[in-house]
């Protein structure tokens, strides 16, 4: 199938960032001690080490360290421990070649007390890691927090790496940062399996192009996340990725993937998820795509079987052209919008983010709003809202994929012989103003799913056009009634003229930075 031989190819294609770990000259059968280095210090006994002035490692003691390793249980010890990565080369027999902050040869528990921190930098071509684990498996513990952050502009890195083994990640907190890193490529955590159990994960990147979240090395094929919250985000990297390995699990769990691309360009590429095989029970997965590349080139969701909460086969499905964002909760799937029209002309529509005036829209002259305060729609593309202001029209409103309707002032759809309403996606209704919908001939709002009052916002309708005989709105009915007032009182009022006045503010720089823009293209 295309999307295995794909994700093979790309396993392939990546597994440089594990082959720049230059590993030891002997093979993996002919060392069975540990051979552990971590901020630069030889580690081959139970010990204490505090780190000093500069990175300084000296000896220390139980009631002030920084590191401890305990041989018996094949524990190191990370107590508000903070360092930078160092290069290591030749150390017990074996020449590592390379630059990280700790470094094993074999299985190795980190406990993590207090806040800790390593910082990967690197020489000129000097690929870099965090921790690294040659041949065995790396596991984090311990009510404390772990902080990598890297900043490379040379070479490949990576925050944590097992390049043979596991990474398991539980009942901690593991945040990864990546800013402005070198284009041959960043990534977050490659292992043959990770599982993330009962832990906060948080994977961030900037300004750092070619960038992987989580991603398998050569002979990898799980992810795992069970009761734990994940976070992975990319601002302005070009060729973002993720999560790309072969099955994803996620259990008991908060998942939310954002990719923030603002590069127009067509190797601008953006993946959320790309796996084999992804399982979903009593979880909540968001991932969200914001970008000026053709879309064709955004994959938000890929996968060869799928099944949610228990064990529903979905199919192959691949979205890219026709979705920016979508959403998993233990009751399906669910798209952000990809098309809002008003009668025939379409407001918002993918494909368009590069033109900053859609972003307002004028239905009294079916145009789009320039200077930000003639506007009856409005759309945040981020969050995915739709903004009605004072709308009165004769027109349907559609709406493909799901959307948040906030309301402002009071807003009426009258439409004669089609519906006033049709969303495939029932939207989500708060604000601080009214919509009423009126239908001559048929229900005011068509297609499946009806309409979801937000907090403070309540509904009455009507089975006629003229809204007599008024009742509570009842979203079983929803195809029947010809009359639905919705009144939003969610939001507090904002003043008019503070509204336009930030509106002018965000609309005088929208127009700056376009005339920059133009100016040097």
């Not at 994960?201 to 996340?225: A, C, Q, R």
Request: contains cysteine; proline residues 1%; charged residues 15%.
């Amino acid at each position: 199938m295309k999307l295995k031989a794909k994700i093979l190819s790309l396993i392939v294609a990546f597994a440089c960032l594990v082959s720049m770990f230059s590993m030891p000259s002997y093979a993996a059968d002919e060392i069975e001690e540990q051979i552990i280095v971590a901020a630069g210090q030889g580690i081959t006994d139970s010990g204490y080490w505090k780190i000093g002035a500069f990175g300084k490692v000296s000896a220390a003691n139980e009631g002030n360290y920084n590191i401890a390793y305990d041989a018996q249980s094949n524990t190191l010890t990370l107590r508000n421990a903070e360092f930078e990565n160092k290069i290591i080369g030749a150390y017990a027999g074996a020449n590592f070649d390379m630059a990280t902050g700790i470094v094993s040869t074999r299985d190795l528990n980190i406990k993590l007390i207090g806040e800790n921190s390593i910082t990967v930098e690197t020489e000129k071509y000097q690929e870099a890691t965090g921790i690294f684990n040659v041949y065995g498996s790396t596991y984090f513990s311990g009510e404390g927090s772990l902080t990598i952050n890297i900043d490379t502009d040379n070479a490949i890195s990576t925050a944590i790496v097992a390049g043979y083994g596991e990474i398991h990640i539980d009942e901690t907190t593991v945040n990864i940062n990546a800013e402005d890193c070198s284009s041959q490529g960043t990534c977050g955590i490659i292992s043959n399996k990770i599982a993330i159990d009962k832990s906060d994960v948080n994977i961030s990147f900037k300004n750092s192009d070619n960038s992987y979240g989580v991603f398998s090395n050569p002979t990898g094929n799980l992810l795992e996340v069970i009761d734990s919250d994940l976070s992975i985000t990319f601002e302005g990297c070009t060729n973002a990725n993720a999560i790309e390995i072969f099955s994803v699990t996620f259990k008991d769990s908060n998942v939310n993937i954002k990719l923030n691309n603002q590069v127009k360009s067509w190797e601008a590429i953006n993946h959320g998820i790309y796996t084999y095989s992804l399982l979903i029970q009593n979880s909540y997965v968001d991932v969200d795509i914001i970008s000026l590349s053709g879309h064709g080139y955004n994959s938000v969701l890929t996968y060869a079987i799928c099944m949610i909460d228990n064990f529903v086969d979905r199919g192959h499905m691949q979205i890219n052209q026709y979705h920016t964002g979508m959403k998993i909760t233990p009751d399906g799937f669910s798209f952000k919008a990809n098309n809002i029209d008003l009668g025939l002309c379409s407001v918002f529509s993918q494909g368009m983010y590069d033109d900053s005036a859609m972003a307002y829209y004028d239905a009294s002259n079916s145009a789009s709003s320039t200077n930000g305060d003639n506007w009856n729609f409005r759309y945040d593309i981020e969050t995915n809202t739709l903004y009605l202001k004072n709308l009165e029209a004769t027109k349907n409103l559609n709406i493909n994929g799901y959307v948040n309707i906030s309301l402002v002032g009071e807003n009426k759809l009258y439409c004669t012989g089609q519906s006033a309403l049709s969303c495939n996606e029932a939207p989500v209704i708060t604000g601080s103003g009214t919509l009423t919908l009126v239908s001559d001939s048929t229900g005011a709002i068509e297609k499946s799913g009806g309409i979801i009052l937000g907090e403070n916002t309540t509904a009455v309708a009507s089975l006629s056009a003229d809204g007599s005989a008024p009742e509570a709105y009842d979203n079983s009915k929803a195809e029947q009634y010809k009359w639905v007032q919705i009144t939003a009182a969610n939001e507090p009022e904002q003043n008019e003229e503070e509204l336009n006045f930030f509106e002018k503010i965000i609309q005088f720089f929208r127009n700056l930075f376009q005339k920059i823009f133009s100016i040097f293209s």
